[in-house]
């Protein structure tokens, strides 16, 4: 895989050369290339933002100095766009973008008011500002999934959440470009324009709150994607019963190591038995209770059908309902 991050502070991504990823890269897994958006300047400033129009605290991304940057690790050439919002040609160019891809997502509604996830001065930015799942479009719908030649990524607080779903669907990409905003964010016209070329571009949230950088986001979702690539963890099988993972998702169970007895404190007696069977059970049910106390929204999610009758039991005596398509909560005394 091939990955390109545009940010204003290269270097902070040299953290990637550490740990998995950086053997990874040793490997050849994959090829990561930071790149100084300040490299893509003309004045002797080499500014990168101007005031907002309308007004209003901080400072915003230009589009003009994304665009040389993009256009040049995109392949593409500049186009001006109509009074419908679409390139007056109808051809696309460029490395790695195809002909006939999705160019009618639209943009994120704030991305030019707010900063990429982890984007901005906190001081300056509204509690709206954190994308809650509850209340924005699932993340699935942004781009098309058909095809993940190139994907272009920015992050921000104002977007869909990123969910291991999202990770799973981009570890299949051939090539990853993420822009890391900072200060107010990146102009609204930067995604909607590079949507209109053709190219998958993508919005994501890392969670409810403001970051001063997208270049954390940019670590976190690069983290969640890459160890989902073959060969990128030394035991696979440490990936397979994770939180958030496969279609049936809930919270992993709780984990111990040796010694049995820790300062006092034992590990549950059913995982010294050897009896695979009964630590497998005690195992998903640690689970389903996990996710019934935290995360109850994964549970609604679940699908009866595939539920096993032990499942089931579990389900009901933590005051589930599990007859229909999805379980539902019973009101509790």
Partial sequence: MQIDIVSVFPEYFDVLNLSLFGKAQSKGLVSVH?????????????????????????????PEVWAECLDDLLGLEPREMNADGES???????????????ATATTSAAAGESPSNGTGDAEHQPASDSASADTVPDSDSQA???????????????????????????????????????????????????????VDVREYSIGDYV??????AVSVM????????????????????????????????RQYTRPAVW????????????????????????????????????????????????????LMALGWEVSAEHPRRLNRE
């Avoid at 007056?88 to 999705?102: E, F, K, V």
Wanted: proline share 6%; with cysteine; charged share 25%.
């Fill in 34 to 62: 930071a790149h100084n958006l300040r490299d893509w300047t003309h004045d002797v400033h080499h500014s990168v933002d101007d005031t907002p129009v309308g007004g209003g605290a901080g400072m915003v991304m230009k």
């Fill in 211 to 216: 970051l001063n950088g997208g270049e954390v």
């Fill in 222 to 253: 690069l983290e969640a994607i890459t160890r989902l690539l073959p060969g990128f963890m030394g035991n696979p099988e440490s990936i397979v019963e994770e939180s958030y993972t496969g279609s049936e998702a809930l919270l992993e169970h």
């Fill in 263 to 314: 300062r006092g404190m034992g590990v549950p007696d059913v995982l010294l038995s050897g009896d695979h069977g009964k630590v497998n059970r005690f195992r998903r049910d640690e689970a389903l209770a996990r996710t019934d106390a935290i995360r109850p929204d994964l549970i609604e999610q679940l699908d009866c059908a595939q539920l096993s009758k032990a499942d089931r039991k579990t």
């Fill in 88 to 102: 007056d040609s109808n051809s696309n160019s460029g490395a790695g973008i195809p002909d006939g891809a999705d």
């Fill in 144 to 198: 098309p999934t058909h095809n993940l030649d190139t994907v272009l990524i920015f992050p921000n607080p104002s977007a869909p959440l990123f969910t291991q779903r999202d990770a799973t669907e981009l570890s299949h990409a051939k090539r990853l470009v993420f822009g890391c905003g900072r200060y107010e964010g990146y102009d609204a016209r930067i995604p909607a324009y590079y949507r209109a070329q053709g």
